[in-house]
């Protein structure tokens, strides 16, 4: 089998891939942040990588698409701006990194605090709701949301039910 023949092999298994699974053993990213045209270039080049089914392309292509979404998010949360971290996170895609997750529990914790803040029962159901879209149950402040949305909804049903009875 000549190597022409033993890459389109290799490629048609590569293209059967639906996950890939990239060990980080914590690299930080160097220099300014990409931009965000710089990361859609990067998904390309791991997609091209992926077609072409070179080894060597591929792990360069997903390292570099890593470390430009690492460096994109750790921008976003130091910025601690909502607008920012979501379309970091929008960015990110389907890629699921440590770095990702600590944005969106940040996000996830603003929300829920700002639900709670503002009284309304409402506000908090929708926060929380995000919050199990996202996977972030587990977080303290859900649970302390959820307790207050509690409270406030039984205050709620007893005063309609109070106001039915008479």
């Not at 160097?30 to 990588?49: H, T």
């Amino acid at each position: 089998m000549d190597s022409g023949q033993r890459q389109q092999r290799q490629a048609e298994r590569l293209s059967d891939i639906d996950v890939i699974i990239w060990v980080d053993y914590g690299e930080s990213p160097e220099g300014s942040p990409p931009s965000p045209e710089y990361i859609d270039r990067l998904f390309v080049e791991v997609d091209l990588a992926l077609g072409q089914g070179l080894r060597e392309q591929r792990d360069e292509a997903i390292r570099s698409l890593i470390l430009a979404l690492k460096a994109d998010l750790t921008v976003a949360l130091e910025s601690n701006d909502e607008t920012i971290m979501e379309a970091a996170v929008l960015r990110a895609r389907e890629v699921e990194l440590a770095s990702k997750r600590e944005v969106v529990a940040c996000l996830v914790t603003s929300r829920l605090l700002a639900a709670a803040e503002s009284g309304r029962e409402a506000e908090m159901r929708n926060a929380m709701r995000f919050a199990r879209e996202k996977g972030m149950e587990h977080l303290g402040v859900y649970h302390e949301v959820r307790a207050i949305h509690g409270a406030l909804y039984g205050e709620a049903l007893l005063e309609r039910l109070s106001a039915a009875a008479v």
